[in-house]
């Protein structure tokens, strides 16, 4: 059964720092992807990454997959308050009868403090 | 708007009860999903649609819950004889062909 990992599950970070969430999984997998939920709103989509080394920017994030170490990682740079909310990765697994049904991690709540 | 929508966005309903709910894709997304997603956690699967087709369906998908998509375009969710323990979101993605799965804002369920 795929399992998907993230740490840290919470981080409190303060404006202007950086780090990183990881996002760890236990089988093969074709697609990586990130997404973003705020406080009692749905999911909204950030990065797929399909292939190892894939890296994806959009502003302060940054995705990248290493396909070898099943571990993908979003890089915040200069954090700022609108960042504040709970990120996911999600892997679709790579076995016979998949539908492309994504399966979660726990999600990692980021608060950005001033 | 040309997004995923869902109906109602919140229920709440006494245990024993039965509830529908209702999504709506994105016109030409031939696949369709059900997840569940209770506090703090993230999205369980539930269910696949491929056109009218349903495809596969999780072991969390109890005989209290069924899914139809007559038509290959909405789709409906029933939980019959709800429980406490169904109280969630529950949310509806669908997608073209091996692309993102875009979500739907949801259906809060409360069941008192």
């Known amino acids: 059964e795929l399992k998907v990992e993230q740490n840290p599950l919470f981080l409190s970070m303060q404006e202007g720092k950086n780090y990183t969430i990881y996002c760890n999984y236990s089988?093969?997998?074709?697609?990586l992807y990130w997404y973003r939920q705020d406080p009692g709103k749905s999911l909204e989509s950030l990065f797929v990454l399909l292939s190892n080394g894939a890296v994806k920017q959009e502003g302060r994030l940054m995705a990248s997959l290493d396909t070898k170490a099943r571990l993908s990682t979003l890089h915040i740079t200069a954090a700022v308050h609108d960042l504040s909310a709970t990120y996911f990765c999600?892997?679709?697994?790579?076995?016979?009868?998949?539908?492309?049904?994504?399966?979660f991690g726990k999600g990692t709540k980021l608060s950005v403090k001033p | 708007d040309t997004g995923v929508s869902q109906n109602p966005r919140h229920k709440i309903t006494k245990r024993g009860q039965n509830v529908t709910f209702r999504c709506d894709p994105i016109s030409e997304h031939n696949r369709l999903y059900w997840y569940r997603q209770t506090l703090g956690q993230g999205p369980e699967f539930l269910t696949y649609f491929q056109n009218e087709a349903q495809l596969e369906k999780s072991r969390l998908l109890s005989d209290r819950f069924s899914a139809e998509r007559p038509k290959g375009s909405f789709s409906t969710l029933e939980i019959q004889r709800t429980e406490q323990g169904d109280s969630a979101m529950y949310l509806c993605a669908s997608s073209p062909m091996d692309n993102w799965q875009y979500f739907g804002p949801g259906t809060r369920l409360t069941v008192t």
């Open positions: 089988t093969t997998s074709d697609r």
């Open positions: 999600a892997v679709v697994p790579n076995y016979g009868g998949s539908q492309g049904n994504l399966i």
